[in-house]
T-cell receptor
Framework: SQQGEEDPQALSIQEGENATMNCSYK?????LQWYRQNSGRGLVHLIL?????REKHSGRLRVTLDTSKKSSSLLITASRAADTASYFCATGPWGFQKLVFGTGTRLLVSP | EPEVTQTPSHQVTQMGQEVILRCVPI?????FYWYRQILGQKVEFLVS????????KSEIFDDQFSVERPDGSNFTLKIRSTKLEDSAMYFC?????????????FGPGTRLTVL
């Protein structure tokens, strides 16, 4: 089964608009982490939310977690061209240290 | 700010050759990981390492793969006899503490091309 499916697969917006990306997963998790990846580059850690948390903020980022629906969302407010990247959710299953990555959302922010 | 570093950034090798990918995790971190990302696909977990031994590994991590922490700073991934399908970006990551839910910080990756 697929763990960590993001939608949309691709999102194109204008600078200043908000971008919302969603992630669904199938198994019970201990935590969920969001990462950004610029084309062909490394993974930059954005935020971690634990299974007993419902919402978390970091700067222009807002992450929510609904464990009953096995879903999470990442909201980037007041987007900038520099936010253009792929965004991945990664789930941490209970009892494991590994992360299971989703398929990613490609975000394009146009000036 | 501390960061994970990896060398080389790009490695080209012939099929059947051995390669060693190197990583320097963040200095006070305790858990170390290797992941890979085949072009256009998901990032996949390979192995985690704690207290000088493998703590978890995936089905991908077969006998052709091994990991080692040869000294207090380096963490290496060895592929004994590379195959064409080993071509991918390999990421090293580290995390800091013993809680299960701790942030994993990734290096910039090594792009491995097997010809």
């Amino acid at each position: 089964s697929q763990q960590g499916e993001e939608d949309p697969q691709a999102l194109s917006i204008q600078e200043g608009e908000n971008a919302t990306m969603n992630c669904s997963y199938k198994t019970s998790i201990n935590n969920l982490q969001w990462y950004r990846q610029n084309s062909g580059r490394g993974l930059v850690h954005l935020i971690l939310i634990r299974s007993n948390e419902r919402e978390k903020h970091s700067g222009r980022l807002r992450v929510t977690l609904d464990t009953s629906k096995k879903s999470s969302s990442l909201l980037i407010t007041a987007s900038r061209a520099a936010d253009t990247a792929s965004y991945f959710c990664a789930t941490g299953p209970w009892g494991f240290q590994k992360l299971v990555f989703g398929t990613g959302t490609r975000l394009l922010v146009s000036p | 700010e501390p960061e994970v570093t990896q060398t080389p950034s790009h490695q080209v090798t012939q099929m059947g050759q051995e390669v060693i990918l190197r990583c320097v995790p963040i200095s006070n971190h305790l858990y170390f990981y290797w992941y890979r990302q085949i072009l256009g696909q998901k990032v996949e977990f390979l192995v985690s390492f704690y207290n000088n031994e493998i703590s978890e590994k995936s089905e991908i991590f077969d006998d052709q793969f091994s990991v080692e922490r040869p000294d207090g700073s380096n963490f290496t991934l060895k592929i004994r006899s590379t195959k064409l399908e080993d071509s991918a970006m390999y990421f090293c990551a580290s995390s800091g503490d013993l809680r299960e839910a701790s942030e994993q910080f990734f290096g910039p990756g090594t792009r491995l091309t097997v010809l």
